[in-house]
């Protein structure tokens, strides 16, 4: 089970809150893994791609339907990828109608809440045996370079795999190729090669079919 794309938070029936993900590592993840024969479902999250072939595809829009999405699905799923951006924060409220220029409810400030934290719940009720991989995009900053903050973030999410991706100045966003590490919670990195997002899914993959158990 794959997620994909970048959720999209409504503050009124025309207008979101959105993120930059392309959604293209997750349709890679899942074109790969149905080329090897996996069963695959993919929760696509506003991606416009055509579904990959023999991929079972669930439409959500927003982190809540994301959230459903994965919670009904996961318990039977060998492998769990949340690939996609998921919203941390949406508006407290939502306009039933178009917030107008100069109307009554012109907003000063948009208050947000946060979101429920998908990963972590999937963390939570996992079956046993179940592979359960993170992404996370990071930037180096003042308090630690991109993996010092994704080893914490690994440790924090409890996932077994996290697919960290190092953002500084502007990189992968909409691009075709990508280059990540890929963190394990036995405390290895291994730095895939940048190449095309279905080699880095085959990567992505290779790490993931060594957590498995052994049937
Ligand atoms: N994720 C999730 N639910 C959320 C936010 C994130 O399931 N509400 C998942 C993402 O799909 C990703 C992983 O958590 O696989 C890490 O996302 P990231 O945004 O890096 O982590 P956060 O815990 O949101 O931390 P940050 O404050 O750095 O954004
Ligand atoms: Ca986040």
């Given at each position: 089970?794959i ?6 938070e409504?503050?009124?029936?025309v ?14 993840l899942?074109?790969?893994a ?11 999250a506003n991606?416009?791609?055509p579904a ?14 994301l959230?459903s ?11 769990v ?47 046993a045996?179940?592979?359960?991989v993170?992404?996370?995009?990071e930037?180096?900053?003042?308090e630690g370079?991109?993996?010092t ?15 960290v ?5 502007g990189?992968?966003?909409g ?17 895939l ?14 790490a ?8």
């Amino acid at each position: 089970m794959i997620s994909a794309g970048g959720t999209r938070e409504a503050l009124d029936p025309v207008r979101y809150l959105g993120n930059r993900s392309s959604g293209r590592q997750g349709w890679a993840l899942a074109r790969v893994a149905a080329a090897r024969g996996a069963d695959v479902v993919l929760v696509a999250a506003n991606v416009t791609d055509p579904a990959p072939f023999g991929v079972r595809t669930v439409v959500v829009e927003s982190a809540e339907e994301l959230r459903s999405a994965m919670v009904a699905e996961a318990p039977g799923a060998d492998v769990v990828v949340m690939a996609a951006a998921v919203a941390d924060f949406r508006p407290v409220s939502v306009a039933g109608t178009k917030l107008k220029k100069g109307g009554p409810a012109e907003p000063a400030a948009v208050e947000l809440s946060r979101t429920a934290d998908v990963l972590a719940e999937l963390v939570t009720a996992r079956p046993a045996g179940q592979v359960v991989v993170g992404f996370a995009a990071e930037t180096g900053d003042a308090e630690g370079d991109v993996l010092t903050h994704a080893r914490a973030k690994l440790a924090r999410k409890g996932v077994d795999l996290l697919v960290v991706n190092d953002v500084s100045a502007g990189r992968v966003f909409g691009r075709e190729e990508n280059e990540v590490t890929v963190l394990s919670d036995d405390g290895t990195a291994t730095p895939l090669p940048a190449a095309r997002k279905d080699d880095v899914a085959a990567g992505i993959w290779d790490a993931v079919t060594r957590r498995l158990p052994v049937t």
